[in-house]
């Protein structure tokens, strides 16, 4: 199984300032035959479903706000948020699904005020 | 509007069996992958099982296969997973989950039902 490591796994943060999470994998999340990383953000409230944030490392889903922004390719990829609102607190996931439907999960980084 | 409602997490005795439902709306169901993944108390999430928009292809995590299985009834919109041989180790929140495209990228969740595995 690819294993999937965030770091920090919790993280303190004041608003209006920027809040940087890292997640490795095991192996290469990198398909060159169409050059795309199999990596997916998500950020989890209580009493709230999942909610995707980022898919192919790098693609903004809709409705995303645009402070988050995320990068990376291979094996190292970062969340960023640029300026942090009360909104944002919240758990943040990485997933990979170069092994799909087998995917794996970061252990999560919390993220508060 | 996706919507997906968890439903049948409840307090269990080890060996008992459950099943989850998962009902889907706001979509043509039959056309996207399905998955359950867990998350234990304090712990990260974990895939658990996925199956095809027809049914006709399961996956199963090493940990639950021979004691789960997923199925669907796309003319009601709705997927389960039937839990047996339930174990203190099974204790999570358990998320239905839909999965789109060829990468089978998972894209929308419902909010979770509680599975308890305790006598």
């Known amino acids: 199984d690819i294993v999937m490591t965030q770091s920090p796994d919790s993280l303190a943060v004041s608003l209006g300032e920027r809040a940087t999470i890292n997640c490795r994998s095991s192996q290469s999340l990198f398909y060159s035959s169409n050059n795309k990383n199999y990596l997916a953000w998500y950020q989890l409230k209580p009493g709230q479903p999942p909610k995707l944030l980022f898919s192919w490392a790098s693609t903004r889903d809709f409705g995303v706000p645009d402070r988050f922004s995320a990068s990376g390719s291979g094996t190292d990829f970062t969340l960023t948020i640029s300026s942090l609102q009360a909104e944002d607190v919240a758990i943040y996931f990485c997933q990979q699904y170069f092994t799909t439907p087998r995917y794996t999960f970061g252990q999560g980084t919390k993220l508060e005020i | 509007e996706v919507h997906l409602v968890d439903s049948g997490g409840a307090l269990v005795q080890p060996g008992r069996s459950l099943r989850l439902s998962c009902a889907a709306s706001?979509?043509?169901?039959?056309?996207?992958?399905m998955n359950w993944v867990r998350q234990a108390p304090g712990k990260g999430l974990e895939w658990v099982s996925s199956?095809?928009?027809?049914?006709?292809?399961?996956y199963y995590a090493v940990s639950v296969k021979g004691r789960f299985t997923i199925s669907r009834d796309n003319s009601k919109n709705t997927m389960y997973l039937q839990m047996s041989s339930l174990r203190a180790e099974d204790t999570a929140k358990y998320y239905c989950?839909?999965?789109?495209?060829?990468?089978?990228?998972?894209?929308?969740w419902g909010q979770g039902t509680l599975v308890t595995v305790s006598s």
């Open positions: 989950a839909r999965s789109q495209g060829d990468a089978w990228l998972v894209d929308y």
């Open positions: 199956i095809s928009g027809s049914g006709n292809n399961t």
């Open positions: 706001g979509f043509r169901f039959g056309g996207y992958a």
